[in-house]
């Protein structure tokens, strides 16, 4: 029994002792603060630049001039122009329809015979108011004579004159048998055929001018002082100095585009949508004008992308197109282009120095758009600007820079 403690009591020293020696010599733990890593951004380099501002918008083609076609006389038509159906071209004094001329040739030929017969009874009572005269100047015709001779001169006078006037009716209307194109144009739609009879003053064709194609262009109020845009009218000396307008659309399952200029403002702001309308002209859309290629080229400016010989080559501005504009604006120096994203509570960026710390910096803001916010000061050539979207920000806060390099004319320049 004394033997079986003693077993036990050994077992449990020699336990204890074990227990001791891994105490002593087990690792000491140091206490250190929890690692925390900066959060990456991106940045772009600032790059003052030249920038032309671009107002974007949009409208619909429609005619510069559009037109009915009226008879100014009665009558059966005996001839229509094949190009007065919907859709023919024609050209400005070309002939379109042609009404019968037999009842207007013997209404002409009855207005000279009056005239003749009118010419002849006045001068027979101008020379009996002459001899009238002369018998009253020696006393041997009475009064009463000499008055009744002046009348009857004033009554074949004004008989005369109102032949001569109804000659002159009688050829204009033979000359109306003939209804000319006023324009250079295009027949939207007709109802008049051979055999027909027309009445006047009843339309029988809608027609428009293709010198020039019209876009009205909505432009929101804020956005007026990006464009040089009078509006108020000094006269026509200033075609140059009106902006360009680029129109752009997909027409025939190809993207096309077209030069104009803005020539004039509406004279009033709708009063719904607060929109100021301008309208834009190109000129020749359909390419058909001869002679057109110096002067339009001048028109749209030398450089721009719509000289005559290129827009000839292009699909035809229709009237009707839905397009998309861009009015080129002012152009502006030293500034700065940079993502939205950049932009914070709209006045603010944030900066990165030179030690990979963030700090805000305020900057004049001139232009918000979808994409990108133009700066016009509160940066400098080279400084680093954050891009990344940031839930929290504290000045000061270090950073780990992702990106491309800086431009080389930045280089120089970095903090």
């Known amino acids: 029994m004394n033997r079986m403690v003693l077993v036990v009591v050994l077992i449990l020293a020699v336990g204890a002792a074990g227990v001791a020696l891994l105490v002593s010599l087990r690792p000491t733990i140091e206490a ?30 429609m005619p510069r001039s559009e037109s009915s076609l009226i008879p100014q006389v009665s009558g059966p038509v005996v001839w229509v ?33 009056s005239v003749a017969r009118s010419e002849s009874e006045h001068e ?19 009064e009463t004579r ?14 005369l004159r109102e032949a001569r006037a109804k000659l002159e009716k009688a050829e204009r209307d033979l000359l109306r048998t003939e209804l000319l194109a006023p324009y250079a144009g295009r027949v939207r739609d007709e109802s008049v055929d051979v055999g027909q009879f027309v009445t006047r003053g009843a339309p029988i064709a809608s027609i428009y001018a293709v ?17 040089d845009l009078p509006l108020i009218p000094r006269g026509h000396g200033e075609a140059r100095s009106r902006p360009v307008v680029i129109l752009e659309a997909r027409f025939a399952g190809e993207e096309h585009s077209w030069t104009g200029r803005i020539v004039r403002t509406e004279g009033e702001i709708d009063v719904r949508s607060r929109m100021v309308h301008v309208i834009a002209q190109v000129k020749d859309p359909y390419g058909l004008l001869a002679g057109a290629g110096a002067e339009s080229g001048a028109e749209s400016g030398a450089g721009d992308e719509g000289g005559s ?30 993502p939205r994203a950049a932009l914070r509570d709209g006045t603010r960026v944030l900066v990165v120095d030179g030690d990979d710390r963030m700090h805000f910096r305020p900057v004049e803001t001139l232009r918000v758009e979808r994409d990108q916010v133009v700066i016009g000061a509160g940066l400098a050539r080279g400084e680093r600007v954050c891009v990344s979207p ?26």
């Open 32 to 61: 250190k603060p929890p690692l925390v890593k900066p959060p990456r951004v991106r940045v772009e380099y600032v790059e003052p630049q030249e920038l032309e501002l671009r107002v974007r918008t949009h409208g619909t083609v």
């Open 124 to 142: 027979r009572a101008s020379k009996e108011l002459e001899r009238q005269k002369r018998l009253a100047d020696r006393s041997v015709a009475s």
């Open 146 to 159: 000499y008055d009744d001779a002046r009348n009857a001169e004033r009554i074949a006078r004004a008989v």
């Open 390 to 415: 940031l839930q929290a920000v504290v000045d000061g806060m270090r950073v780990r820079v992702v990106g491309g390099e800086a431009p080389m004319a930045a280089r120089g320049a970095a903090p």
């Open 81 to 113: 122009s094949p190009a007065l159906a919907s859709g023919g071209y024609f050209q400005q004094g070309e002939p379109l329809v042609r009404i019968e001329r037999a009842d207007y040739e013997v209404e002409l030929e009855s207005a000279r015979a």
């Open 211 to 227: 010198d020039y194609a019209e876009v009205r262009l909505p432009i929101p109020d804020s956005e007026l002082r990006y464009i």
């Open 309 to 338: 010989a290129s827009q000839r080559a292009r699909a035809p501005l229709v009237v009707g197109l839905f397009v998309e504009a861009q009015i080129l604006g002012r152009r502006l120096t030293d500034v700065v282009v940079l």
